[in-house]
């Protein structure tokens, strides 16, 4: 019975690391809201950057839905700042893929606000006058807020900039007697431009809901279409560069060859060549798996890992994957 038990564990962990490994690396970048940006001011009294709050919570959701592996947003705005992405590049899949392909993701996600305000409609009923627009003896006043939200996603295939998926949502939420972002009309959270799409507060007024079930729309098609992404193998080789006492290695290839953080490579070292008798040229070398490296940081022409092996590894070893 304990063999037994033990089995059904080791297969579970089998299983939860084979999933884990087929999940796809996917980065969303700021949405661009050129569409709705003059609006938004007269909603907030000051200027906001909506399209990286809707993509701030469309991260929150992909990561707690699970399909995906979501890179972290501050690698997304270092890289960002490293290629001096600019505001109207947020809607290019080219310029999107490009950085992907920095990022060593296997997609990444655009899109658009294209619906971002309010709609309200005001009734006058009964009494006189009322059909002027103007409250006569006896008419009675009602006022409703509705608040809507669209926004559009693109995934983009980082290596070929081909779209994968294309999906939209849409969101909408309707109160009486109250204000778009608040019973007062006004919300303390977006001062000096500091809005925080994922606070109680905003969530918990009408433009918030409205958002957030555009949001959640699109994370569930966008979940959908997990299966979208092609499975690439690619090929890694390089060499250590550094080796420390402590485990730390430096490998002379980065994220231009495909290298992800958390990625598994094999490090061997070469034991002896094999050369054609007529040519005297190499036609295989032998190599001894020496251990193997988990790669903790990448940028594009190196990458730092932590290795572990029953013998130390030394500068000039090869890495491949």
Do not use: C
Not at 24 to 40: L, Q
Not at 102 to 108: C, H, Q, R, S
Not at 225 to 254: W, Y
């Amino acid at each position: 019975m304990k063999w037994f038990l033990s089995t059904i564990v080791f297969l579970a962990t089998i299983t939860t690391v084979s999933q884990a490994q087929q999940k796809k690396r996917v980065a969303v970048m700021n949405f661009d809201y050129a569409t709705v940006s003059s609006g938004i001011s007269a909603i907030f009294g000051s200027h906001q950057d909506v399209g990286k709050g809707i993509a701030d919570l469309l991260v929150d959701k992909l990561v707690a839905d699970g399909k995906f592996s979501v890179i972290e947003r501050k690698e997304l705005d270092r890289i960002l700042a490293e290629q001096n992405f600019s505001n109207s590049d947020r809607a290019d899949p080219t310029s999107a893929a490009k950085v992907g392909k920095v990022l060593g993701v296997d997609a990444i996600i655009i899109g658009s606000v294209t619906q971002f305000g309010r709609d309200d409609k005001k009734t006058n009923i009964g009494g006189l006058g009322s059909a002027a627009g103007r409250l006569g003896i006896g008419g009675v006043s009602r006022s409703k807020s509705n608040a809507v939200a669209g926004i559009t996603a693109r995934m983009i295939n980082t290596s070929t900039a081909e779209i994968l998926a294309s999906v939209s949502g849409k969101g909408e939420s309707t109160r009486s007697g109250t204000g778009l972002i608040g019973a007062g009309g006004t919300y303390a959270g977006a001062a000096a431009g500091a809005l925080d799409m994922r606070s109680t507060n905003f969530a918990n007024t009408i433009l918030g809901e409205a958002v957030n079930s555009a949001v959640s729309s699109v994370a569930q098609q966008l979940d959908a279409k997990a299966g979208a992404l092609p499975v690439s193998k690619l090929s890694l080789s390089g060499l250590v560069a550094d080796a420390a006492s402590d485990g730390g290695m430096v490998i002379n290839i980065g994220s231009k060859a495909g290298v992800k953080v958390g990625d598994r490579l094999a490090i061997k070292r070469e034991t002896r060549k094999i050369t054609d008798p007529a040519t005297g040229k190499v036609i295989r070398r032998i190599e001894d798996h020496i251990g193997d490296l988990v790669i903790t940081e990448v940028d594009e022409q190196s990458a730092v890992g932590k290795f572990t092996g029953p013998r130390p590894a030394k500068v000039g070893d090869t890495v491949s994957n």
